[in-house]
């Protein structure tokens, strides 16, 4: 059997992560099962140059948000794991109460109540306590709690580095293998030399 990711795009800023998930996905075994939700769409608008129809090309299978009679819905449709990325407050909100009013969300909660593996790349900024407690929520019921926060020892170059970063913490969860970006030990023997006398990090780090 095909193993199966589901991929939920809501309306937070940074749907370009999401975009980028699914071109990484298509080199792996993974079959892709795609939700996009309204206000995900409209930022595809709003922050890029894709237009939905030719994200949900990317996708092995496309779901409409609103409908709850989708095989994501239930349990008994077997996946290996969910990504929400990006994942606004509104979505995470669902998600940590199993408010299940639409499919992206209802389709995390399978992903909890099954014990599979939830990735919330959840983004906004600042953070209120509300949020903060939702989160705790999520993380509690067995979601990853993954933000787009980018690390800068890998030394990354353009916005794609940065944003495989992100990817590739996602891919390092889940078990899928990647090359996404340079890891902490190959980047110092990369930037030193193998003779690397002190483990302290230095500048660099
Ligand atoms: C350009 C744009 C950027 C947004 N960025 C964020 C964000 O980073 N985080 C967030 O929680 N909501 C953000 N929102 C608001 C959500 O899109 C809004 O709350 C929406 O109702 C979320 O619905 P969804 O979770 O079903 O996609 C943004 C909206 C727009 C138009």
């Known amino acids: 059997m095909a ?3 589901v991929i939920g795009i809501s309306g937070a800023s940074g749907v370009t992560y999401g975009v980028r998930m699914l071109e990484v996905l298509r080199e792996t075994e993974f079959e892709t ?3 996009i939700s309204k206000a995900g769409k409209l930022n595809f608008e709003i922050e890029t140059s894709y ?3 030719e994200v949900e090309a990317m996708a092995d299978f496309v ?3 609103k409908d709850m009679a989708a095989s994501l819905a239930s349990g008994s449709f077997l996946t290996e794991a969910m990504v929400v990325i990006p994942c606004t407050m509104k979505s995470l909100s669902g998600i940590a109460n199993s408010y299940n009013e639409n499919l992206l969300v209802r389709a995390a909660d399978v ?3 099954e014990k599979r593996k939830l990735v919330l790349v959840v ?3 600042p953070l209120h306590v509300g949020h903060l407690r939702l989160m705790t929520m999520a993380a509690e ?3 990853h709690l993954l933000p787009p926060v980018p690390s800068f020892y890998h030394q990354p170059k353009t916005l794609e580095d ?3 970063q992100t990817i590739g913490k996602v891919f390092d969860y889940i078990g899928i293998e990647h090359d996404l970006f340079k890891r902490w030990g190959e980047q110092r023997k990369a930037l030193k030399g193998p003779h690397l006398k002190s483990e302290t990090p230095g500048l660099l780090f």
């Open 51 to 53: 237009k939905p129809a």
């Open 162 to 164: 940065i944003i495989d």
């Open 141 to 143: 019921m067995g979601a």
């Open 111 to 113: 992903t909890l109540k």
């Open 3 to 5: 193993k199966r990711i």
């Open 63 to 65: 779901y409409d948000n």
């Open 33 to 35: 099962h795609l939700i």
């Open 123 to 125: 983004r906004e900024t």
